[in-house]
């Protein structure tokens, strides 16, 4: 497709359960970030991956929140034992390289009850 | 950490206004850009800019990388209904800083005048 592709559109699970979040980025780019936004907040950063690599994971909130990128294209965040504070949506996207504007899918609603 | 503040939070616009908004920072930023959000979907880039004193226009938005590298606006020229949203400005900080982590402002929202 021509823009980043988020799956699933929402998800809701149960407290305790563990979720994955995928990751389609615009074809071509290297570079693959992970933002969560809260209600009437802006994006804030996760991760970011510059090929399969984790460039700078340093936004990750704790070790429940994990992800991969193992061939340089699709990304999957997990969360692992979730907790009702996960709640968000979880965006993705993705940029052509080093400092280049970030392009965005339209995420992935999760709550978490 | 370095943060940017927008303002106004929110504003009511009225078609064929002009609207103008801001984002500012303590601290330097080397580049700034400006993103719309309609509700259910990501943010859509707008406006890049990459130097200061730069003044970039699209269409009806013109946005300025402030001379200082500590501010940015953006405004938009006669709205239209269809420019209902929430405004983000982002940015990158200074060298040293994160090249993934781009900084958001909290928004602006723009509503229609009831």
């Known amino acids: 497709g021509a823009g980043v592709s988020q799956t699933p559109s929402n998800k809701v699970t149960e407290k305790g359960k563990y979720v994955e979040l995928r990751c389609d980025p615009i074809?071509?780019?290297?570079?693959l970030y992970w933002y969560r936004q809260s209600l009437g907040q802006g994006p804030e950063f996760l991760i970011y991956?510059?090929?399969?690599?984790?460039?700078?994971d340093s936004g990750l909130p704790n070790d429940r929140f994990f992800a991969v990128r193992p061939e340089g294209s699709v990304s999957t965040l997990k969360i692992q034992r979730t907790e009702r504070g996960d709640s968000a949506v979880y965006l993705c996207a993705s940029s052509l390289g080093r400092m280049t504007p970030l392009h965005f899918g339209n995420g992935t609603r999760l709550t978490v009850t | 950490g370095q943060q940017l503040n927008q303002s106004p939070q929110s504003m009511f616009i009225q078609e064929g206004e002009d609207v103008s908004m801001n984002c500012t920072s303590s601290?330097?930023?080397?580049?700034w850009l400006w993103y719309k959000q309609d509700p259910g979907e990501g943010p859509v880039l707008l406006i890049a800019l990459y130097k200061a004193g730069e003044l970039t226009s699209n269409g009806r938005l013109t946005a300025q990388f402030g001379i200082t590298r500590k501010d940015s606006f953006l405004n938009i020229s006669a709205s239209i209904p269809s420019d209902v949203g929430i405004y983000f400005c982002?940015?990158?900080?200074?060298?040293?800083?994160?090249?993934?982590?781009?900084?958001f402002g909290k928004g602006t929202k723009l509503s229609v005048k009831p």
């Open positions: 601290s330097i930023f080397n580049t």
């Open positions: 982002a940015g990158w900080g200074t060298p040293g800083g994160s090249q993934g982590n781009l900084i």
């Open positions: 991956f510059q090929g399969t690599g984790a460039a700078d």
């Open positions: 074809s071509g780019h290297t570079a």
